[in-house]
């Protein structure tokens, strides 16, 4: 049996910390909202993420970070993407394991790095680092519910050692040691969710979210070629397996913005409304950035980051991507 702590209490980092201590490990939640650490000392829950999910007698919770890491076998942060460096800065000062994993999805927008060359560029290189990501909803987890992700580190070894932690009967690990390839979908697949989001928000049906899936993923894997990933990665779990998922269930943030969009609100209403981080938001730009940087073609993310940027009106972009001209499918 491992300890660990989880950096982040939101709706996805408790579900993994509930899933760690499941599997029998000793588990410290960790979040820098001392209100929320409290109320989950004091319930033995997340009243404010997962309010039906009551917490293993093995998973404890603590506001002070140098208590929560202490003597601990592994990190796993869950924190949005914008703030893992902070986190990771919070971290150097302290005595950290050497075994540091995320459940992150995104770049960080400044310097248009992905979490790996975060986590590194601020912890240093002598750090085991991994990640996990695909098809998954919090909720479903917590509930445990069958589930498949991957995690993947440079290191197959020590991803196959993290996978052990987590592996159980209804939480199934593949490991992999394309770490680019498994940000790249969970951070690309984010924007193409708010897509489907609009698309069936406006009335266009099954036929046109199919196409926008597809086309989706045929973005994804040009940009993924750009920078280097392995196309199988993109064609497993961490790539089509999570964009199906968000892209066609109403569970996910990214494409219920969307669906807040085509009715006429506006992204920071829709996540006014939330009080939770839409990682597609804060992605969209980096991604239309670093496409444009590598000349790479990707209409569907171009026209969801001029939506939300306010460059262009919702009609006017639909109609650019149905205007398109025709052209041959596999090129």
């Known amino acids: 049996m491992a300890t660990a702590a989880v950096l982040g209490t939101g709706s996805w980092g408790t579900a993994l910390a509930i899933q760690l201590s499941r599997n029998g490990h000793q588990i410290i939640a960790w979040d820098g909202d001392q209100d929320l650490i409290t109320s989950l000392q004091s319930e033995r829950r997340n009243p404010r993420y997962l309010p039906d999910h009551p917490f293993p007698d093995t998973l404890s919770a603590e506001h002070d970070l140098a208590t929560a890491i202490k003597d ?4 796993l942060a869950v924190i949005p993407s914008y703030a893992m460096r902070a986190v990771c800065e919070l971290l150097v000062p302290l005595d950290i394991p050497i075994k540091f994993i995320w459940a992150t999805k995104g770049f960080e927008k400044q310097s248009k790095m992905l979490m790996h060359q975060v986590v590194t560029e601020v912890l240093g290189d002598h750090i085991k680092t991994a990640v996990l990501s695909g098809p998954s909803f919090a909720k479903e987890v917590a509930s445990n519910l069958p589930t498949a992700v991957s995690l993947a580190s440079s290191d197959l070894d020590f991803a196959k050692e993290l996978a052990s932690y987590f592996h159980s009967e209804n939480f199934r690990i593949y490991t992999s040691n394309d770490v680019v390839g498994v940000e790249l979908g969970g951070t690309v ?72 969009l085509a009715q006429g609100k506006t992204a920071q209403q829709y996540m006014d409304e939330l009080g939770q981080v839409v990682e597609g938001f804060h992605a969209a730009q980096v991604v239309h950035a670093i496409a444009k940087e590598h000349h790479v073609e990707m209409p569907i993310c171009e026209q969801v980051w001029q939506v939300l940027s306010g460059e262009i009106e919702l009609k006017a972009a639909v109609s650019e991507l149905l205007g398109r001209d025709m052209k041959q499918e596999f090129i």
């Open 72 to 75: 601990v076998d592994f990190i």
């Open 189 to 260: 697949k984010n924007v193409l969710a708010i897509a489907a989001g609009i698309i069936d928000g406006l009335g266009f049906g099954a036929n046109a979210r199919a196409a926008l899936v597809t086309r989706g993923l045929a973005e994804m894997m040009r940009l993924g070629k750009a920078l280097h990933a392995n196309p199988k990665t993109l064609m497993g779990l961490a790539g089509i397996g999570d964009l199906v998922l968000t892209c066609t269930d109403d569970q996910s943030r990214n494409r219920r913005l969307g669906l807040a």
